[in-house]
């Protein structure tokens, strides 16, 4: 801004110094004077290509199975991945379930009274279910069932016992 300024006072016959231009805008002179030190990164295309080539073949290869396949340097597909924008859609996990667990809430509204929450989470792949009744304002874990198999009986027999307990309170 302050280069285009001193041109133009320049073309009309006027004569300002850049550091006059600088504190006159309020400006610090190294903002004009700076150049940075470091290039824009290049892709060579010789790189480029085949990799260009393999991923439009097999959209499903990652950087390292690309360099593996092509025998080049992991870091310099990585690299040439990150500056071309050419994104890999990541696989599901294999251990979805028995990895982390799976949490599904339900929400309800009794007649007789408190609003709860029916959560059912699959703690392993080959283990117990164990699903929870809370009650949403409170926090109050008004019933439980754990069982063998992750079904909609767990939840419901959990949510039976709430139910059951939540009328005795009410009663």
């Known amino acids: 801004m302050i280069a285009s300024i001193h041109q133009g006072l320049k ?20 903002t004009v004077y ?8 290049i892709v060579l295309e010789r790189l480029a290509q085949p990799i260009k080539q393999l991923i439009e073949e097999h959209p499903s290869f990652g950087y390292r199975t690309v360099a593996h396949l092509l025998d080049f340097n992991k870091n310099t597909v990585q690299r040439i991945f990150q500056l071309r924008g050419w994104q890999v859609r990541k696989r599901p996990s294999a251990c979805v379930h028995a990895c982390r667990p799976c949490l599904r809430w ?18 392993a792949m080959a283990g117990p279910c164990l699903a929870l009744v809370i009650d949403c304002c409170s926090r109050e874990l008004l019933g439980w069932h754990l069982s063998g198999s992750g079904k909609s ?12 307990a939540s009328a005795r309170c009410w009663a």
């Open 34 to 41: 700076y150049r940075p030190m470091k290039k824009m990164p």
């Open 106 to 123: 339900l929400r309800r509204r009794t007649s007789a009274g408190p609003r709860i929450c029916v959560a059912s989470g699959v703690v």
């Open 153 to 164: 009986k767990t939840a419901e027999s959990a949510l039976e016992q709430a139910l059951i």
């Open 11 to 30: 073309d009309d016959g006027y004569c300002a110094s850049i550091s006059q231009l600088c504190r006159w805008f309020e400006i610090p002179q190294r």
